[in-house]
């Protein structure tokens, strides 16, 4: 069984947009929900996390919203630019991962 | 800060041999791990570290050996590697546990041919 699933698989969004991604996940037990973004060639990198014991963490233009009962999260990306074209993979404690969303910002 | 440096960057292999894929942290991290990615699969765990001398199995441990003698050290030892293995591999380290930011080196595209 997936433990995390992901949508949707590709994203197209105009510059100025919002962007959101979706996740779901299996086991309550986990504890630490980060979301990484990766850009062609290069390694992940932690773009903002959050723990269950809160419902929304917001940094800069991302946000992160939490629901405990539905075992679901999201990543919102305000003000969409064309430099957050990437890949973006949503995590339950780093052992579980989403199969990934591929962003577009359109200019 | 180098942070975590993977070597190979890339590598060819034959059906059959046998390679090391290097990984080191200088950040002093406690707890490393070893993912592959795959199209269309995201990341996969393969094996994790918790401290020098103490590793454990992932997702898809099949294949794959690990060892970790000193805190900065994790390589991942493929034995008889197989086209399955044809992916792109991760290392990463995080200060503590599964649950807190992993940082991850730039990557190793392996290819088995």
């Known amino acids: 069984q997936q433990q995390v699933k992901q949508s949707p698989q590709s994203l197209i969004v105009q510059k100025g947009g919002i962007s959101i991604i979706n996740c779901a996940y299996e086991n309550t037990a986990f504890d630490y929900f980060p979301w990484y973004q990766q850009f062609p060639g290069k390694g992940p990198a932690l773009l903002i996390a959050i723990r269950p014991d809160v419902s929304e963490k917001k940094e800069g233009r991302f946000t992160i919203s939490f629901n405990k009962s539905a075992k679901q999260f999201s990543l919102h990306i305000m003000d969409s630019q064309p430099g957050d074209s990437a890949t973006y993979f949503c995590g339950a404690n780093n052992l579980f991962f989403g199969t990934g969303t591929r962003l577009t910002v359109i200019p | 800060n180098a942070g975590v440096t993977q070597t190979p960057k890339f590598q060819v292999l034959k059906t059959g041999q046998s390679m090391t894929l290097q990984c080191a942290q200088d950040?002093?991290?406690?707890?490393m791990s070893w993912y592959r990615q795959d199209p269309g699969m995201g990341l996969r765990l393969i094996h994790y570290s918790v401290g020098a001398g103490i590793t454990d199995q992932g997702e898809v441990p099949n294949g794959y050996n690990v060892s970790r003698s000193t805190t900065e050290d994790f390589p991942l030892r493929l034995l008889s590697a197989a086209p399955s293995q044809t992916s792109v591999y991760f290392c990463?380290?995080?200060?503590?546990?599964?649950?807190?930011?992993?940082?991850f080196g730039q990557g190793t595209r392996l290819t088995v041919v």
């Open positions: 990463a380290s995080s200060y503590s546990k599964e649950n807190t930011e992993a940082f």
């Open positions: 950040m002093n991290h406690e707890y």
